[in-house]
């Protein structure tokens, strides 16, 4: 049987979706707001009439209803992910986000009540010549702390992008951009209201101001009213209250089961003799994060990564049985019936664990980080490329003859796949291995492999050359190409980290590299390969190999030296 927790219309996927779109809408209109604010470098006018569009979209029903229902939901799920979270211990990023998170509302309440609901309620015209006048010249020290709001909800917006988008295989290449972007707008509307300020506090422009009667006669009656100012201070009292009413009650519900849970702990044990100790209910995760206890998890405790997995030492059956998202995630890793995903698991008596990736050396990574790379499957395209009989050619050369051989020949692989819109992934002896597909759908990965493989044998073809008179024998390589899903991430120790890919699709290509060995040909690619590519491959061999760790037979394409040295074109 499902659990709640993964199905449902309140299930917990369905809930980090709606927090995710309620944000969006937020965040959206945030950006429009700024941007608004930006306008006014130009002038106070034009910010009014750019403001009107702002307000054509978000004051009308529908676009009022959409918004404040996105706040209204924004704040009742982070309230409820701060009650439901077993430990406030946590990565620095979101902890950031839920402080700047609560700040929110406190910096910006005054600001709404004042303005869209001074609107609404009263008439009250709250344009920039208002409102930039009361912030800048009345009210300066609640203009500081408009501008302390601005800076809090754009951070708080922008780590919640981040979080959002980080693992998208495109947010490397825009990061760079996004983050500028990030920068100039608050900047920019911070400058566009400074700016405002100064203009609206110029004597002239003050005198043209009084002279507009009709918004004059409605302001003052707003500001001057006692009845008027007796209901806003009403409204913000009531505001005021229900959000610390409801910051409260998670408080106060937090401490009444912390209390409970007290007196119901199980511990639980580490390999390296630590014992904690948590209230029945939390996770493995939380334990280890709760003690201090460097401990992966990739992607949050959201239970989508296998990277928390640990081994039970011991009697694993009388545990709480895995709910659906987590057996997913454990049958595609093939995992055994003692490994369990630590973020998931919430065991209900003491147990002894084991994490299956644990940093345990590296000071690089402390208690309660996550990597900044970290693995991520994707549908790409692998090239294996090898000098057959390499130790027979080098055997009477020099040391530094060798050396040079190989600079030559690794520059032709380096220039062939970066041309090709590959990655060098590693060399490794007189081997090679390069990644396609990285930004790229498959099938223009494993056009990109052909095109680099069809390079690469071209100029070995004329190195080979070049070299003759001083090889033993003729230089010839020997590649091998396989698409399919793989691991890819930042790996390494230390220092000596780099992204690299593992995985079947790995595997294959490297014994691929090897059956053109074999075959004495040039290219070998598979015949995944050839249907993603759409490569015209009308009179080249096909064979059939085995492939260890496959089952069934591999249906591979056998690329002769002779035709190998042209790309092959795929299918538009």
Known sequence: MTTASVTGFFSERSIRRARLGSGLVIFIFVLMHLSNHAIGLISVSAADKAARVFM???????????????????????????????????????????????????????????????????????DYETVVSTLWIRAPANGLRQGLGVIAVWIHGCIGLHFWLRYRPWYPDFAPLLLALAILVPVLSLLG??????????????????????????????????????????????????????????????????????????????????????????????????????????????????TCRVQILGDYEGLPTPDKMERTTLRRINAGADVRLACQLRPDRDLAVAPLLVPAVEAALPANSQETSPGREREIAVLFVDIRHFTTLTETRLPFDVVFLLNRYFAIIGKAVEQAGGRLDKFIGDGAMALFGLNTAPEQACRQALTAAAAIVAEIEKLAAELAEELALPLRIAIGIHTGPAVVGTMGYGRVRSMTAIGDTVNVASRLESAAKEFEAAIVISEPVANLSGADL?????REINVRGRALPLKVYVI??????APHEGKD
């Open 193 to 306: 209201f400074v700016e405002m300020g100064r203009t609206l506090a110029d004597p002239s422009y003050q005198q043209a101001v009084a002279n507009s009667p009709y918004k004059a006669t409605v302001n003052s009656h707003f500001a001057s009213n006692p009845e008027v100012r007796r209901e806003v201070a009403e409204i913000r009292a009531l505001l005021y209250g229900a959000f610390s009413l409801s910051l409260l009650t998670v408080v106060v519900a937090r401490a009444r089961r912390k209390l409970k849970e007290r007196l119901d702990q199980v511990a639980v044990h580490y390999p390296g003799g630590e014992v904690i100790r948590v209230p029945r209910g939390f996770s493995v995760l939380e334990a280890s994060r709760l003690g201090g206890l460097p401990h992966y998890s990739v992607c949050g405790g959201k239970g989508q990564c296998s």
């Open 56 to 126: 054509a979209i978000w004051r009308n029903p529908l676009g009022t209803a959409i918004f404040y229902s996105s706040v209204l939901v924004h704040i009742a799920l982070v309230l409820r992910a701060i009650y439901v979270r077993r430990s406030l211990v946590m990565p620095k990023g979101e902890m950031a986000q839920i402080v700047l998170g609560l700040m929110i509302p406190l910096l910006l309440m005054d600001h709404v009540i004042g303005t869209r609901i001074a609107h609404e309620l009263y008439g009250y015209v709250d």
């Open 560 to 565: 002769p030296r002779e035709k190998a040295a």
């Open 538 to 542: 009308s009179g080249i061999e096909s």
